[in-house]
């Protein structure tokens, strides 16, 4: 079985030729590999089927989703009507067919699914109270993948628990968007991790990426539960007016007022074309500004996804904010 590091490798390689414009190179490539990778499939059919739309084979992106589908897997309403490679494929009577029948799973999905909850990693030899970080999946992901991604905390002796949206988006993938529902839920899963587990309360961080940074931060600066620190990785939210740093200010103000010392590392990928190094360099100064040190890193030679080699990278955030 392929690992998931060998699966960020694969996506790298494919994220390089879509910015090519090598649509073909990077669909062959995405065929061809896609299947070692056991955890994935919905990626990889999001992409096959995203690429085959940047071609202009139309039939083969909607052929891609039809098989698919019938194995288990299916994308919601806002991925269908909103990913740009999908926009040639609105009103074909093709893609409307296969629209109809993800809507439907969707629903009943939603419908039928238990309450949300959190996983956890123990570090291993670690003994409580522990040291955790919280960490948000990003919007589309789940907190399989948010273990996947932060699970270097683990080998630094910190417990890692990885908290999970209810707002389904795909078969396997969740966002955030609802604020309120994600504050909630939030607030219930670490209450349920706070009773299952001893943790100290001075060493207590909440990390996330994309979406799941974007509610991070907010989680950190509403007092939504009491962590220490914040470590963000390439935040970015649904509505770009909002990852304007300057909207930020009332609730920095709120927290600054509540007193407390916390601190905040933000991590942007020097590639990232979803949310501008700048924009995140910016937001890092504004909170260092109005009294919460926040450190900020660019990682060269990342996009809008986990650095291969984060280790180190968690290693020297964690120093900042611990």
Not at 56 to 73: F, M, N
Not at 193 to 210: K, M, R, T
Not at 242 to 265: F, N
């Amino acid at each position: 079985m392929q690992t998931d590091d060998s699966y960020q490798r694969l996506d790298a390689r494919v994220m390089e030729l879509y910015r090519e414009q090598n649509y073909a190179g990077a669909l062959e490539l995405l065929t061809a590999e896609g299947p070692r990778y056991p955890g994935h499939e919905t990626d990889v059919t999001y992409l096959r089927s995203c690429l085959a739309a940047r071609t202009g084979d139309y039939g083969l992106a909607v052929a891609i989703l039809e098989r698919t589908l019938e194995q288990g897997t299916w994308f919601g309403e806002m991925l269908l009507r909103r990913s740009p490679s999908w926009q040639p494929l609105q009103g074909r009577p093709d893609f409307e067919r296969v629209a109809a029948a993800c809507l439907e799973r969707q629903r009943a999905e939603q419908a039928g699914r238990p309450p949300a909850q959190y996983s956890a990693l123990i570090p291993e030899g670690g003994t409580p109270p522990y040291r955790s970080i919280v960490a948000l999946h990003g919007n589309g992901e789940n907190p399989g993948k948010a273990l996947e991604g932060w699970r270097a905390v683990t080998g630094q002796g910190w417990l890692l628990a990885a908290i999970e949206s209810s707002q389904i988006i795909q078969s396997d993938g969740y966002v955030w968007d609802d604020t309120q529902v994600a504050l909630r839920e939030i607030r219930e899963q670490y209450a349920a991790l706070a009773a299952d587990h001893e943790l100290s309360a001075d060493h207590l961080v909440i990390a996330g990426f994309s979406m799941g940074g974007h509610t991070a931060l907010r989680v950190a600066l509403s007092g939504t539960i009491p962590v220490r620190a914040f470590i963000l990785l390439g935040p970015g939210g649904p509505d770009p007016e909002e990852d304007d740093p300057g909207s930020w200010l009332p609730l920095i103000q709120e927290a600054r007022a509540r007193g407390g010392k916390l601190r905040g590392y933000l991590l942007a990928g020097q590639d990232d074309e979803i949310t501008a190094v700048e924009t995140q360099r910016k937001l890092a100064d504004l909170l260092t500004e109005q009294g919460i040190p926040c450190g900020f890193e660019a990682v060269p030679g990342v996009a809008h996804a986990y650095p291969l080699d984060f280790g180190p990278i968690i290693a020297r955030a964690l120093a900042f904010v611990a």
